[in-house]
């Protein structure tokens, strides 16, 4: 859910010299502060922005300023796959890129919402949103019952398609790619 709590978390911890990696003119890359793979991290833009639905097509050269960033990030780790996206629903009031390496080796990976905000239509790709700013001239997000029914997925390994019975056997499972 999108407390108070959680916004104020997100710009706070844009200044905490602690997780910030690094710092452009108008964006800026933490680690985040609960990882769920070896490398993750979130680009924000300096500019307050609540969520994809408040991105406008003047923002369309900050976004994809935002995932050059995250793929310069990306390659700093060359034995890792990267996946960048924007969850379609997001838990925090600044909008957040999220750079997240494909081994999902955390132990912050937890529950099946985890697992499915990163590997279902849950988590979008920069281009999908991109694309939509240019030819619409906004982002419409799926409903939240949409959102509920994709975090709700049957567990699904991300590059096989094996079904684990839970998450304790999607991360035996994930140890063997």
């Known amino acids: 859910g999108g407390g108070g709590q959680w916004s ?5 911890s844009m200044n905490n010299p602690r997780l910030k990696v690094l710092e452009k003119s108008d964006h800026v890359v933490i680690k985040d502060k609960f990882p769920k793979a070896e490398h993750h991290y ?3 833009p300096l500019e307050r922005i609540q969520n994809i639905a408040s991105l406008k097509p003047e923002h369309v050269p900050l976004v994809k300023r935002m995932v050059t960033t995250g793929w310069e990030l990306a390659d700093k780790h060359p034995t890792h796959r990267f996946r960048l996206g924007f969850h379609a ?6 909008v957040h890129l999220h750079v997240i390496s494909q081994d999902f080796n955390s132990d912050r990976l937890k529950t099946k919402k985890h697992w499915n905000s990163f590997t279902t239509e849950y988590f979008i790709n920069p281009e999908i949103i991109l ?15 949409e959102g509920d029914e994709l975090l709700k997925r049957d567990l699904e390994c991300h590059i096989c398609q094996h079904k684990p019975k839970n998450i304790v056997d999607l991360k035996k499972h994930l140890l063997t790619h």
């Open 8 to 12: 104020f978390g997100l710009l706070q």
């Open 131 to 145: 694309d939509k700013l240019i030819s619409k001239g906004k982002y419409v997000p799926i409903s939240k019952v």
């Open 42 to 44: 979130l680009v924000l």
């Open 89 to 94: 629903i997001p838990s925090m009031s600044q």
